[in-house]
């Protein structure tokens, strides 16, 4: 007998009962057997009960997320022959290459003769009865400013670029436009980030209209490697990180913090203008087997701001090994010079460097100050809006939302080398001194 849960009897049944089972269906039910979504989508990968607005579904990387928002378009578009349906991703590249012809995409799920027909050109699904998708672009709000839709698919919003208020616009664009058929909904599924967008939805869910869907990496384990799942626990544990892209948990901003998640938003661009000056900032390990060894790159516009461009910091590295990450970031960025802490040894630092054939400056640099002490005036820059960070850097971003005013480090690790490494780079480009120690490695 089928229990209430048909994954769950799938699971646990013997092929005697499977076989009965079978040998009860007719031809039409045996053929759409294999094809059918609800005997194998665990209950979080269904859509809940209810009048619900907004389904987010916000879990860890590999949860299943694309097809549980992929097998919901499916449903909709067989169901209703005149659904609009909107498929949003952070880019079109994204919208085709996951949310269409991804393993998990509309074109893989749900039974091939009901499979919709894909027209790149026209950025646009049509299936067998009539229903149409159409792919946009969270980075151009103005082309959801016009389109009328009945439902929608927006895969990683917190991904969205939010720069210029972005992804927010793109999200309140499409939701004005959803007001064909009945009842319009939305799914969004995302890893999740504290992103302006994520947010509001979060606080939204109060109201009922939107329902929030958690889970975490290991939910799916029955459809993920067994290698792949040791290797998140070994090498992730409950890290910030971990706890963020594997156990699918939204990560708050620290009470007294000196950046905060949605200011750090607010500094997002796309890419970086041509830089007048690009300086390397680097936060030595004390030891190989240690912290990190932090290096950042940060550039200087012509506007007088100052734009992150990289973060190439190097874990559990011996000297040779960051000191050649060191050089590689240097001439990958053509770097006007190398500033670098020199508390753990300035000759050793020099020396190590110089190994590593770097021909430019070097300002060695020694700590007076704690790390939350040197990083408040680096920090006073951001809120002035005279930092920019040129695409994402969640590791470096995770630490800098750990420093707190007036306190201690509170963020992942043992200590936060990549925002060390950045304020020595900030300090240099925006707030240098004269006096600091410089030698020239030749």
Known sequence: MIEADPLQWLVTAKGPEIEAFMAGLDRKERREWRWD???????????????????????????????????????????????????????????????????????????????????????RLTWPNGAQATLYSAAEPESLRGPQHSHAWCDEIAKWDNAAGRATSSWDNLLMGLRLGSDPRVVATTTPR????????????????????????FDNAANLPARFLSAMRRNFGR?????????????????????????????????????????????????????????????????????????????????????RAVAQAAEAWSADRVVAEANQGGAMVASVLRAAEISLPLRLVHASRGKVARAEPVAALYEAGRVRHAGLFPALEDEMCGLVA?????????????????????????????????????
């Open 37 to 123: 979504w609800a005997l194998r989508a665990r209950p979080s990968q269904r859509a809940p009960a209810g009048e619900w607005r907004v389904w987010l579904v916000m879990a860890g990387r590999g949860f299943g997320k694309t097809r549980c928002g992929a097998e919901w378009v499916r449903l909709v578009a067989e169901e209703n022959s005149t659904a609009r349906i909107a498929l949003v991703a952070a880019n079109l590249g994204e919208a085709r290459a996951v949310m269409v012809e991804g393993e998990s995409g509309l074109l893989s799920v749900g039974a091939p003769w009901r499979r919709p027909v894909f027209e790149p050109s026209l950025r």
């Open 194 to 217: 504290a992103m302006p967008l994520v947010t509001r939805l979060m606080a939204d869910a109060a109201s009922g209209e939107v329902v929030v869907t958690r889970g975490s990496t």
């Open 239 to 323: 890290s910030l990180l971990g706890r963020q892209e594997i156990d699918g948990e939204l990560i708050a901003d620290i009470e007294g913090a000196l950046w905060t998640r949605a200011l750090l938003e607010q500094c997002r661009e796309p890419a970086a203008p041509e830089c007048s000056r690009v300086v390397v900032g680097v936060d030595p390990p004390a030891s190989a087997g240690g912290d990190a060894c932090g290096i950042v790159v940060v550039g200087l516009s012509p506007e007088e701001t100052a734009h992150v461009l990289a973060d190439a910091s190097v874990e559990k590295a011996g000297p040779e090994r960051w000191a």
């Open 406 to 442: 007036g306190g201690s480090y509170q963020g992942p690790g043992r200590s936060p080398d990549r925002a060390d490494a950045l304020v020595w780079a900030l300090t240099e480009l925006m707030l240098g001194r004269a006096s600091d120690p410089q030698v020239r490695l030749p």
